[in-house]
């Protein structure tokens, strides 16, 4: 440690959490309606209906007698708010989609359904409408349409009646097995008389897909008669990667093994073997496909991964030093002629699974520089309002296991499409430019590029967005990339220029050359195998957390909307993730945080720092990461939890008062996303001693697990940068035989 450097506080306990009273509500009354019974009639009429329609499509033989239906409520009620919750309740049912706010689509056996029509009888029937408190506000019960089944760019692709559509056909999760099996055989028998065909089943954590190639008119037809069916998604491919090969390396350059070398499963195109840079750090080769075609890029992404950002100048010094160790997975292959075969959706989705599930016991973090376009076609497919289906699948894995992946924004423009007309930043302001799935993602961390070289001739200069670089938000406005990493540099005209490019390794045991956001990813997805290393017991969480908290923006960010989108929280400096200086001291907190818990997490800020009659006297940090449960299918409500966080002063008295800063706060939070930052700035009337960071979980979705980990980082720090102040002196002295834990470490990053 230099006479700079000071550990991180480790926060090894918390104040007893408190759990929120909710009110249970009840006999208050009911939805106004001008005739309860015009009104109970007309619910009935439609339960009713449906009722038939269920009756005609089971003897179709769909392949389950469950009750799938739509359900809509006033404009001014909420699907998932406490309404939401007493609904499932009220139609005996499963709330297992929601395409808007009032808008839910339920699933129900067949005897919870039957329940629902005798008690709409019942409403509908007696004089006094009994039931009128509970089913009052129901406007309208009906069949799931088409429309919202349907997946982004579908709409336009069924409208064409004469091709032959690849799609994915999402089925409701809570099938049986033996019924996702007879849903199957009823969509074949379907299909057999249009000459479409089933050519896939996929199961993964988020859901299970059927694979159908057919013409728009029979899928409808599925659409319409298995009420199974939940989602329609186009059927997506890995957009075309490559890298340029350079000179060959010096035989005299070295390759000096790490002692420290944590593990990164690169999902790519493969990593070549017999290259003597790189063979002695993969432990595993995996080809689930089959044979790897084009290992190029894989290659040059997993040297990224192994050597760094630095590759230049370690061959030039003629020693190349290893960051991590790798596992590499080809989920690309060759057809007969050696043809290279891009992975589709549902392949990723086997593939990625089935890694998972094997490697998270000796891995954490899965890197993954791929990003998918439609099948069959060159057109942008940024991401809408809808999670991906590979996008779900990884929030899913990466919560079940507690691993990260890292995954790259995609580059713009897209493959064959023209180059943009307007100038630099200014053709971000398209649609066109948003990130590309599966970088949606929530508890995934997307990296966008940076340049780092710049030259007379450069697009842009250094430490500015990279040209190619694509821009949020994701889904819901969320924040996207999450991150941004060196990816290259585009000369006048997006001329690829090697001196403004990114150095990686080829599979000939050269200095390879390219530009993107696939080259950016592995820089992160080291760093983040590096601090769950080097911190004993660290979670995914806590990795999380430690990079986003410790990412810098530029400066034309806080100005500028578009430089925002494209950088995210800006990009890391790895110099301050392990270690606090004596102007800011950070405490870290690792746990879980239950449904309507309040965690109250400790920390202290001395009086040496308040105490000081100056503006900007004091600023506090914090950044919460958690694993909130997902559902693709709820759209908007896609994160089912959100964390509230709070700062409060505990008064000598042993009370709570909340506290507030003069100066204007800077508040970074992101609402039911899966981080949020708090930054406040304090000049006067703020006190010393004992605060708290207040997080409370709260949900608007019944959660399976309400048990969420989560890590917190709360900051400390003199904006002065006083030179006669070091913070964590001062807590030593002021909160004496206290906050004495320490975050160890292994060893310092490396990037």
């Known amino acids: 440690m230099n006479n700079t450097e000071r550990p991180h506080i480790l926060l090894r306990e918390h104040a007893p959490p408190t759990t929120r009273e909710y009110s249970g509500g009840g006999g208050g009354g009911t939805y106004p309606r001008t005739s309860y019974a015009q009104h109970a009639h007309a619910v009935f009429r439609q339960a009713s209906d449906l009722r038939a329609m269920f009756a005609k499509l089971n003897t179709s033989g769909q392949g389950t007698d469950r ?57 509908a ?15 309208q019960l009906g069949a799931i349409p088409l429309a919202e089944k349907l997946g982004p760019g579908v709409a336009e692709k069924l409208a064409s009646n004469d091709a032959t559509l690849d799609v994915l056909l999402g089925l409701f999760p809570d099938l049986l097995n033996r019924e996702r099996q007879a849903v199957r055989q009823a969509v074949e028998t379907l299909l057999a008389s249009s000459g479409g065909h089933v050519t896939g089943e996929t199961e993964g954590e988020s859901g299970s897909y059927l694979r159908v190639q057919a013409r728009p008119a029979a899928i409808k037809a599925i659409a319409d008669l298995i009420v199974a069916v939940q989602s329609i998604d186009q059927t997506e491919e890995v957009v075309e990667i490559s ?6 390396i010096d035989a005299a ?110 891995t954490r973090v899965f890197n993954l520089s791929m990003n998918l376009t439609p099948k069959g076609g060159s057109s942008n497919a940024p991401v809408a309002n809808t999670v991906s289906p590979l996008a779900a699948e990884i929030d899913a894995l990466s919560r079940r296991f507690g691993v990260l992946f890292v995954i790259s924004a995609g ?26 799935a599966p970088a ?93 290393d080097a911190i004993p017991n660290a979670t995914v969480e806590l990795a999380r957390a430690l990079l986003v908290h410790f ?32 102007w800011e001291q950070t405490f870290a907190f690792m746990g879980h945080v239950d449904y309507r818990q309040i965690l109250k997490i400790p920390f202290f800020v001395p009086g040496g720092l308040t105490g000081r009659k100056m503006r900007g006297r004091l600023r506090v940090r914090c950044t919460v990461a958690f694993a909130p449960e997902t559902n693709r299918t ?96 001062m807590i030593r002295a002021e909160a004496r035989g206290r906050y004495t834990a320490e975050l160890s470490t292994r060893y310092q990053l490396r990037v």
């Not at 919750?85 to 699933?107: A, L, T, W």
């Not at 890298?243 to 060959?248: I, K, Q, T, W």
């Not at 080809?330 to 599930?357: C, K, Y």
């Not at 180059?419 to 430019?433: G, M």
Request: with cysteine; net charge negative.
């Open 440 to 532: 949606e993602a929530m508890l995934a961390i997307t990296v966008g590029s940076c340049a780092e070289r710049e030259n007379g001739g450069s697009m842009v200069s250094a430490g500015k967005p990279s040209p190619f670089t694509r821009r949020g938000p994701g889904v819901g406005s969320f924040r996207k990339p999450d991150l941004i990493a060196h990816g290259g540099n585009c000369g006048t005209g997006w001329r690829d220029h090697d001196d403004l490019s990114v150095a990686g390794i080829g599979p000939d045991e050269t200095v390879s050359y390219g530009c993107g956001t696939s080259y950016a990813a592995p820089i992160i997805s080291s760093l983040a195998a590096q601090i769950i």
């Open 253 to 362: 350059v070295l390759v000096r093994p790490s002692d420290r070398a944590p593990i990164v499963c690169v999902i790519d195109t493969g990593v070549a073997s017999g290259c003597r840079f790189i063979d002695p750090f993969v432990i595993a080769r995996e080809n689930p496909l089959g044979p790897p075609c084009d290992e190029d890029h894989g290659t040059f992404v997993a040297s990224r991964a192994l050597f760094g950002d630095t590759i230049r100048d370690q061959v030039s010094a003629g020693v190349l030093d290893n960051r991590v160790r790798l596992v590499s997975v080809a989920a690309f292959t060759r057809d007969a002629s050696g043809n290279r075969i891009s992975p589709t959706t549902d392949e990723l989705i086997r593939i990625i699974r089935d890694t998972v599930t094997r490697w998270h016991g000796r």
């Open 67 to 123: 009750a799938y239906f739509r359900l809509e409520l006033p404009a001014d009620f909420s699907i998932a708010g406490s309404d939401g919750r007493k609904i499932e309740e009220v139609v005996h049912s499963k709330i297992v989609g929601s395409p808007s706010i009032n808008v839910g689509h339920f699933g129900a056996s067949a005897e919870s359904f039957s329940l629902l029509i005798e008690e709409l009888h019942r409403y």
């Open 125 to 139: 029937e007696t004089d006094q409408n009994v039931g009128k408190s509970k089913f009052a506000p129901i406007e």
């Open 551 to 582: 990412a810098e923006l530029i400066p034309e960010a806080r100005d500028s909307e578009i430089m925002s989108s494209l950088v995210g929280n800006g990009r890391v400096n790895p110099g301050r993730i392990l270690r606090s200086t004596p």
């Open 411 to 436: 580059n713009f423009p897209a493959p064959n499409a023209p180059y943009p007309t307007e100038s630099y930043p200014e053709y971000f302001k398209h649609e066109s430019a948003r990130v590309l």
């Open 634 to 729: 709820l759209r908007a409500g896609y994160c089912k939890s959100h964390l509230r966080c709070k700062l409060i002063k505990l008064t000598e008295g042993g009370n709570t008062k909340e506290v507030t800063s003069e100066d204007a706060p800077e508040a970074i939070k992101d609402r039911y996303s899966s981080i949020v930052r708090i930054e406040k700035m304090f000049s006067s009337n703020v006190g010393p001693g004992d605060w708290q960071l207040l997080i409370e979980q709260e949900s608007r979705w019944r959660l399976k697990d309400p048990k969420t980990p989560v890590a917190a980082l709360i900051t400390v720090e003199d904006p002065r940068r006083v030179s006669s102040v070091d913070i964590h002196a």
């Open 243 to 248: 890298s340029r090969p350079g000179p060959e």
